[in-house]
Nanobody, 125 residues
Framework: VQLQASGGGLVQAGESLRLACAASGRTFRDAVVGWFRQAPGKEREYVTSIFRSGGSTNYADSVKGRFKISRDNAKNTVYLEMNSLRPEDTAVYYC???????????????????WGQGTQVTVSS
């Protein structure tokens, strides 16, 4: 299984970006997919996740109402729509997937088996 993250870039505060995470080798529909981010000098933190089957979503408080995760099963891709971006959103964003991830593990990096390479998001003030 390989995950390919894309869509990062440099934007100004208040603007939007859409990240994509494409999977090869396995069907995303059956996976729990999460996005995490890591800013310089900080630990990797949970951003959002979408569960398998019904596609329930969860968000970190810091992004709730601004970010939206979605899944396109036909393209085997998960998207992260990021709106009203702030300088504090600057980080490397990683997508992760787990086909055996349980509900209580989706908020932790240890709950995922596969990781993409990361894509840089920089928000200038």
């Amino acid at each position: 299984v390989q995950l390919q993250a894309s869509g990062g870039g440099l934007v100004q505060a208040g603007e939007s970006l859409r990240l994509a995470c494409a999977a090869s080798g396995r069907t995303f529909r059956d996976a729990v997919v999460g996005w995490f981010r890591q800013a310089p000098g900080k630990e990797r933190e949970y951003v959002t996740s979408i569960f398998r089957s019904g596609g329930s979503t969860n968000y970190a408080d810091s992004v709730k109402g601004r970010f939206k995760i979605s899944r396109d099963n036909a393209k085997n891709t998960v998207y992260l729509e990021m709106n009203s971006l702030r300088p504090e959103d600057t980080a490397v964003y990683y997508c992760a997937a787990g086909w055996s991830t349980i509900w209580s593990s989706q908020w932790s990096a240890s709950g995922y088996n596969y990781w993409g390479q990361g894509t840089q998001v920089t928000v200038s003030s």
